[in-house]
């Protein structure tokens, strides 16, 4: 008879892959004090998923462990599209509206420790290993989760949620009977991790386009890169023998990628890849996130940050749930609006990936045609990096997102202040003065924080009902929501109350650049949420707006 022992946690974490590590850090970070099982012995060694995003960047540095990434990591501050050896086109990066305006390559493995660290000497959690999920059973309000250990015994271990962050072989999907709707791509890739010396950019991501195949390049190290090589003739149907660094060189030679040298391989491999999607993230009190609910091509380089942002966008509304400060509606809010962001991530690499492999003459000379023009088209580059960066992405038709915003039109005197900034969106760091002028901070660093928090603004040249207004907010929130929601007066071209001046945290927004691209005019208010977006916006600043949005966030 196995002998069965019975344990508790609020949340189990099925999965200890960067998805896994990110959703334990964020419920411990948000209050709630997790397990996190893996089957494996021991973490993976393998570089697999490897390049960070700007997005991504900015979540780890809310979480205070971005230092720790880009010391490690290199940074690509480009890409450029290569036709039979000839550039096709080129982007940078500098562009990009973030203060990461690069992507980050680090290999999976030192992801994964970094993550791990911070949760054990941060958090004092360890990752219990060689623990397989083999059952779930939901029953009076919670979970009963069957686990089996190393010595064949069973835990049976009572939680409220088990989150599913187990990989696209996942176990907790299984279990839950939940299809997973895609297709594998007809034919195998080849993967080559090893020394490269050429003379295209060391640090630029680059794509070489050609008639009997695409190939990837992604700078691993400074003289160190992965290659991906698509094999059109090598159908999935086959079995394929492991492939030899003079494959490698076979199909460099023969796709006219000038190089010098590619000598000691660490990792050669065939590969298949699918692109595929759960209809829902989960069921009942059962959740995923990461490749668990959804895989595609890894060109772009986007599974990893979509699965470290689902872990991102669940732990702080199961921190609130858990911790009595909100209704269990609020978790379906996950679903909507992470199963948008995956099924747009699962296109945008799918029509990429069919694009750049297109093998047919005529269609393929169209296809560089259309890309040696547009690409030089700066609107062009700019939708490529923030589509690439993740930063574009957005919760705009969220049930948990509202706004009730009035803007006074430029001939009232307010030009200037046209705004494209809306609730639900993600919004770019600023630099604030103290109201002394004596020190600056940055935006970000005032929301490094847990909770929500919420940004005053005066507006351009606020009237007394507007300072009326935003005292009686200010002291109602103070009041009501002390230890959810922090409150910050950001504070235009004009004058205080003196009451105004003893409010806690209060920063001079020099020149008004921030309430122009807030679309301050008036006293305003926007309510930013855990994970950095906007939850709720209103202009002119409105107690009673305000106090009705969070009525249906707290309770």
């Not at 690509?76 to 080129?90: E, I, P, Q, R």
């Not at 393929?364 to 890309?371: C, D, E, G, M, Q």
């Not at 935003?470 to 950001?490: K, T």
Request: charged letters at 25%; a negative charge.
């Amino acid at each position: 008879m196995t002998d069965t022992a019975n344990s508790h946690s609020d949340v189990l974490v099925v999965g200890a892959g960067p998805t896994g590590l990110t959703m334990a850090c964020e419920l411990a970070r948000h209050g709630v004090t997790p397990r996190i099982i893996d089957k494996a012995p021991l973490p993976s060694d393998k570089s697999k998923a490897f390049g960070i995003h700007a997005r991504t960047l900015e979540l780890f540095e809310n979480m205070g462990i971005v230092d720790n990434f880009l010391r490690l990591g290199n940074i690509s501050n480009g890409f450029d599209m290569y036709d039979h050896g000839k550039t096709l086109a080129s982007v940078v990066f500098d562009s990009l509206e973030s203060k990461f305006p690069f992507f980050l390559i680090l290999a999976q493995s030192d992801t994964e420790k970094i993550l791990h660290e911070h949760l054990l000497s941060t958090y004092g959690i360890e990752v219990e290993r060689e623990k397989e999920l083999v059952s779930i059973e939901e029953k009076d309000g919670g979970i009963t989760a069957g686990v089996r250990l190393k010595d064949g015994s069973l835990e049976n271990i009572e939680c409220s949620y088990v989150a599913g962050c187990d990989g696209a072989h996942s176990t907790t999907r299984h279990i839950l009977n939940l299809e997973f709707k895609g297709a594998p791509y007809p034919f195998y890739w080849l993967l080559a991790d090893l020394d490269l010396e050429w003379d295209y950019p060391l640090h630029h991501i680059s794509v070489f386009i050609h008639p009997t195949g695409v190939t990837a390049h992604f700078p691993l190290y400074e003289d160190r890169g992965r290659l991906m090589f698509e094999v059109p003739n090598a159908s999935i149907q086959e079995d394929m023998p492991t492939p030899t660094i003079e494959d490698v060189r076979r199909l460099m030679n023969e796709r006219q990628i000038n190089y010098k040298s590619v000598t000691n391989p660490n990792w050669l491999a065939y590969f298949k890849i699918h692109h595929r999607m759960v209809n829902q993230y989960g069921k009942g009190r059962v959740v995923l996130s990461g490749d668990a609910a959804h895989i595609h091509s890894p060109l772009g380089g986007q599974g990893m940050n979509t699965g470290i942002q689902d872990a991102y966008n669940l732990a702080w509304k199961l921190g609130l749930v858990l911790g009595g400060r909100s209704p269990d509606s609020l978790l379906a809010s996950y679903n909507e609006e992470r199963h948008r962001a995956g099924k747009e991530v699962v296109g945008f690499t799918d029509f990429a990936t069919k694009m750049v492999g297109l093998h047919n003459p005529v269609l393929s000379a169209l296809r560089n045609k259309i890309v040696g023009v547009i690409s030089h088209i700066d609107a062009v580059q700019e939708k490529v990096l923030t589509t690439l960066s993740q930063i574009e992405i957005n919760y705009r038709e969220s049930p948990i997102v509202k706004e009730r915003w009035y803007q006074p039109d430029a001939v009232e005197g307010f030009h200037g202040y046209s705004h494209d900034l809306a609730a639900g969106e993600r919004f770019k760091d600023y630099v604030l003065a103290s109201l002394d002028g004596k020190g600056v901070r940055q935006l970000y660093d005032l929301l490094r924080n847990p909770d929500h928090n919420l940004l005053l603004f005066t507006g351009a040249d606020p009237e007394d009902m507007e300072f009326d207004e935003l005292r009686a907010v200010y002291n109602a929130v103070n009041e009501n929501f002390a230890g959810s929601i922090n409150v910050h007066l950001i504070v235009g071209s004009k004058g205080l109350p003196h009451d105004f001046e003893d409010m806690k945290s209060i920063w001079r927004d020099v020149e008004s650049v921030m309430h122009k691209d807030f679309g301050a005019a008036k006293a305003s208010l926007y309510l930013i949420r855990p994970d950095g977006y906007v939850g709720f916006r209103n202009q002119p600043a409105s107690l009673s707006d305000l106090s009705e949005y969070l009525a249906s966030i707290f309770v």
